[in-house]
């Protein structure tokens, strides 16, 4: 048995064993709470212009499902590619292109919130992470929810 640091007796060593074997199958195990998608990131950025990065949906009663599209063009010289898209929260469902927007194409984004269990004024910002400057852009939901 191999001691650590000299001041390991067997049964320590044992359990030191196997907390690290236990700890490194449970990171393995661990995945974004973000959707990815599929492929290889592209090696030059482009640009991704959205014609509004905020949606404002006003009031909306306690429990309702709402929805937006979040409209964008890919104004750079190669494909723009969508690597993971992060909601604010389990309360906001994404949709989003998962093939490359060639330049010049335009893409959306649809986005989708459940207020159930809110109440009150609710932000939620989605992060869109992509092979572009910075490589994220944000966008911002707003709703007042009232029963």
Known sequence: ?????GFCNKK????????????????????????TQKGNTPKHDSEMHF??????????KAGETVGC????????EYPLVINMVK?????????YPEKPILPG???EIELRFDSKGLLGQQYKVIQIHANIKN??????????VIN
């Not at 599209?69 to 750079?76: D, E, K, M």
């Not at 909601?87 to 949709?95: A, E, L, M, R, S």
């Open 1 to 5: 048995m191999i001691r650590i640091f």
């Open 87 to 95: 909601p604010g929260c389990g309360c906001t469902h994404v949709i």
């Open 69 to 76: 599209y979040f409209s964008f063009t890919n104004t750079g």
């Open 51 to 60: 014609e509004k990065s905020l949606h404002a949906f006003g009031k909306v």
């Open 105 to 107: 194409e335009k893409g």
């Open 12 to 35: 320590r060593c044992c359990n030191i064993g196997i907390l690290v074997i236990v700890l490194g199958i449970a990171l393995g195990a661990c995945k974004t709470n973000g959707k």
């Open 135 to 144: 490589k994220m852009k944000e966008l911002v939901l707003s709703a007042n």
